[in-house]
């Protein structure tokens, strides 16, 4: 029988995990994961949450970088990532545990474990690290943001918010949260004052998720609007969708942009003025500046996950038994360029220098 490269390589994939679940020693591998992508993989009831590694030129990849080189696997399901210079901070929200790996070679160093209660997100400013957490998400009045000391890797206070805290990113001395709402909905971006901890909130759309800063500096919210169905599928009432433009200095929603009533955009990236958004299989493309949405999707494709980087589009289509997709999209030509096998339930796309 003839065997192919790509069983091979899941042949290989599948002895390494069976050997650590085993608990039998493999070979701890150190290698330079800098200067490339990272792929981060949620895993499923079907395996472990794992990263997977993609060099820019897209001619090296490497699976299983963590337990490449730590011997051990990291749990499900593994949620966001976040760095700084040195490190990298990899959240598993069910284990509760943010786990401190050298950005380069992906070796532990240490682990926030204390004090979490279903981590979400992180973003760090100088030596802390702010970690948006749901606590129960059946209870909306739980919900914090943990700071944690880099240095000693201890939560040192918490700062309570509004249900349902998710993507968390730090201009200046402020720091935005938006609040999708945990197993529920919310309305609100919170606005944190690094120095004094106070919180106000901004009322956006419903289900405000992800959140990056524009060419001016202005934060771009998108809300994905609510569904309730009762009893599923049939939906009882829905709210829009929008794209909002926020001020930061007056904290002030300077324009919206919404959506046709039952379109709900799930993905949001931005890249030299313009914004690209997933709805419905397709990726949009949307100037900043302008007033209504586009009505053709750029590229059509099912995405979970995507970024954008010099003129490429790359996004993740995942698996949860298997492994998922990564394709590469030139923005220029609309084509696909590249396409390869990456992590289990593959989430979200980062790209490190």
């Given at each position: 029988?003839?065997?192919?490269?790509?069983?091979?390589?899941?042949?290989?994939?599948?002895?390494?995990?069976?050997?650590?679940?085993?608990?039998?020693?493999?070979?701890?591998?150190?290698?330079?994961?800098?200067?490339?992508?990272?792929?981060?993989?949620?895993?499923?009831?079907?395996?472990?949450?794992?990263?997977?590694?993609?060099?820019?030129?897209?001619?090296?990849?490497?699976?299983?970088?963590?337990?490449?080189?730590?011997?051990?696997?990291?749990?499900?399901y593994?949620q966001?990532?976040?760095f700084?210079?040195?490190?990298?901070?990899i959240?598993?929200?069910?284990?509760?545990?943010?786990?401190v790996?050298?950005?380069?070679?992906?070796?532990?160093?240490?682990?926030?474990?204390?004090?979490l209660?279903?981590?979400?997100f992180?973003?760090?400013?100088?030596?802390?690290?702010?970690?948006t957490?749901?606590?129960?998400p059946?209870?909306?009045?739980?919900d914090?943001?943990?700071?944690?000391?880099l240095n000693?890797?201890?939560?040192?206070?918490?700062?309570?918010?509004?249900?349902?805290?998710e993507?968390?990113?730090?201009?200046?001395?402020?720091?935005?949260?938006?609040?999708?709402?945990?197993?529920?909905t919310?309305?609100?971006?919170?606005?944190?004052?690094?120095?004094?901890?106070?919180?106000v909130?901004?009322?956006?759309?419903?289900?405000?998720?992800?959140?990056?800063?524009?060419?001016?500096?202005?934060?771009?919210v998108?809300?994905?609007?609510?569904?309730?169905?009762?009893?599923?599928?049939?939906?009882?009432?829905?709210?829009?969708?929008?794209i909002?433009?926020?001020?930061t200095?007056?904290?002030?929603?300077t324009?919206?942009?919404?959506?046709?009533?039952?379109?709900?955009?799930?993905?949001?990236?931005?890249?030299?003025?313009?914004?690209?958004?997933?709805l419905?299989?397709g990726?949009?493309?949307?100037?900043?500046g302008?007033?209504?949405?586009?009505?053709?999707?750029l590229?059509?494709?099912?995405?979970?996950?995507?970024?954008?980087?010099?003129?490429?589009?790359?996004?993740?289509?995942?698996?949860?038994?298997?492994?998922?997709?990564?394709?590469?999209?030139?923005?220029?030509?609309?084509?696909?360029?590249?396409?390869?096998?990456?992590?289990?339930?593959?989430?979200?796309?980062?790209?490190?220098?």
């Open positions: 029988m003839k065997i192919t490269k790509q069983i091979l390589k899941l042949l290989v994939i599948a002895l390494i995990i069976v050997s650590c679940n085993n608990d039998d020693s493999i070979e701890l591998i150190n290698r330079d994961y800098s200067n490339g992508i990272l792929i981060s993989g949620e895993g499923s009831g079907a395996g472990t949450g794992s990263v997977t590694y993609l060099s820019s030129d897209q001619t090296l990849k490497y699976q299983f970088i963590y337990l490449s080189a730590n011997g051990t696997q990291l749990g499900t593994l966001s990532m976040a700084n210079e040195n490190s990298a901070f959240i598993v929200d069910n284990a509760n545990t943010v786990t790996v050298d950005k380069k070679t992906f070796i532990k160093t240490g682990e926030i474990k204390t004090d209660n279903t981590p979400r992180m973003t760090v400013v100088g030596d802390k690290g702010y970690i957490n749901w606590g129960d059946y209870n909306t009045e739980d914090f943001i943990a700071v944690a000391d000693t890797n201890a939560v040192e206070k918490i700062i309570s918010v509004s249900n349902g805290p993507q968390i990113v730090v201009k200046g001395n402020k720091l935005y949260v938006s609040h999708k709402g945990a197993y529920g919310n309305n609100v971006v919170s606005v944190i004052d690094t120095a004094t901890d106070d919180v909130e901004i009322t956006v759309k419903e289900n405000p998720d992800e959140l990056l800063f524009n060419n001016n500096g202005d934060l771009l998108l809300s994905e609007g609510s569904i309730v169905y009762d009893p599923w599928p049939t939906i009882k009432s829905e709210t829009k969708a929008a909002h433009i926020i001020n200095t007056t904290n002030t929603i324009k919206t942009i919404e959506f046709k009533e039952g379109e709900h955009p799930s993905l949001m990236t931005y890249d030299n003025g313009q914004i690209y958004y997933y419905s299989g990726v949009y493309k949307v100037n900043s302008e007033e209504t949405l586009p009505t053709t999707a590229i059509s494709q099912s995405l979970y996950g995507m970024a954008v980087k010099n003129g490429n589009l790359y996004g993740v289509e995942p698996s949860f038994t298997a492994q998922s997709d990564l394709y590469v999209f030139d923005l220029s030509t609309k084509e696909k360029v590249f396409t390869t096998k990456v992590a289990l339930g593959a989430s979200k796309i980062y790209f490190t220098e």
